[in-house]
């Protein structure tokens, strides 16, 4: 069954710091897998995508995760937090259509990340 | 462009009441997606659609109807509202993956969100 893990609910780290939050998936066939980003009130904004090629992806805000697919993991990661980065943080996976998928788009269920001065 | 648009934006129903959700995207997208969010659970999949016509189950799609009449449009139903109902709702679209094009916007796109009180 096509699924996403997020094991921690919530991730703190000082200002400055590297930054890392967990996600493992399960999808038949290759996996197509998201992060996205949620400010409080506000819908998501997507932050990067892992579709094919090489395993280091880079996204918006310095942001980047690293695709592991003999562990099934995509974690998000930043070299240097800054406080703004607080937020919800959903990692998503969508598997290859016509491997037993069907298009459909799978979340996890978040992980709060607390970024302190 | 507007990009996704949901409507309306608060609602509130009382049990047993019944609305509808309007998702609107302009963005010639195929798939498009019906999310609740609640506190501690993530987004979790009401139904979603990968073209005109078409529709499918998620993981939470009990007391939950939808029609995709028209491409760009994606309706998602009550027709007995109950309080466990009561949610954020969030309309996503998106395009399919091409496997043999890399750099295909397949990323999903969201509305800012129904909230829901259903009393």
């Known amino acids: 069954a096509q699924s996403v893990a997020q094991p921690e609910d919530q991730v703190n780290v000082a200002e400055g710091n590297p930054l890392t939050v967990k996600c493992t998936y399960s999808?038949?066939?290759?996996?197509?897998l998201f992060w996205y980003v949620q400010y409080p009130n506000r819908g998501l904004q997507f932050l990067l995508k892992?579709?094919?090629?090489?395993?280091l992806v880079k996204g918006s805000y310095g942001f980047e995760a690293e695709f592991n697919k003999s562990q099934t993991s995509f974690h998000l990661k930043k070299p240097s937090a800054l406080v703004s980065d607080s937020a919800l943080y959903f990692c998503?996976?969508?598997?290859?259509f016509g491997s037993g998928n069907t298009g459909k788009l799978i979340f996890g269920q978040g992980t709060t990340l607390q970024v302190k001065p | 462009n507007a990009g996704v648009t949901q409507t309306p934006k608060f609602r509130v129903l009382k049990t047993g009441q019944s609305m509808t959700l309007l998702c609107a995207q302009d963005?010639?997208?195929?798939?498009m997606y019906w999310y609740r969010q609640d506190p501690g659970m993530g987004l979790r999949l009401i139904h979603y659609?990968?073209?005109?016509?078409?529709?499918a189950k998620g993981e939470v799609p009990d007391g939950y109807n939808v029609s995709r009449l028209k491409k760009q449009n994606f309706l998602l139903g009550l027709e007995s509202a109950a309080p466990s109902q009561t949610s954020v709702y969030f309309c996503?679209?998106?395009?399919?993956?091409?496997?043999?094009?890399?750099?295909?916007?397949?990323?999903?796109?969201f509305g800012q969100g129904t909230r829901l009180t259903v009393v």
């Open positions: 892992y579709i094919t090629g090489d395993n």
């Open positions: 996503a679209s998106s395009y399919p993956t091409i496997p043999t094009k890399k750099k295909l916007n397949t990323e999903a796109f």
């Open positions: 998503a996976v969508r598997g290859t």
């Open positions: 659609s990968v073209g005109e016509g078409t529709t």
């Open positions: 963005m010639n997208h195929e798939y």
């Open positions: 999808v038949s066939g290759n996996p197509y």
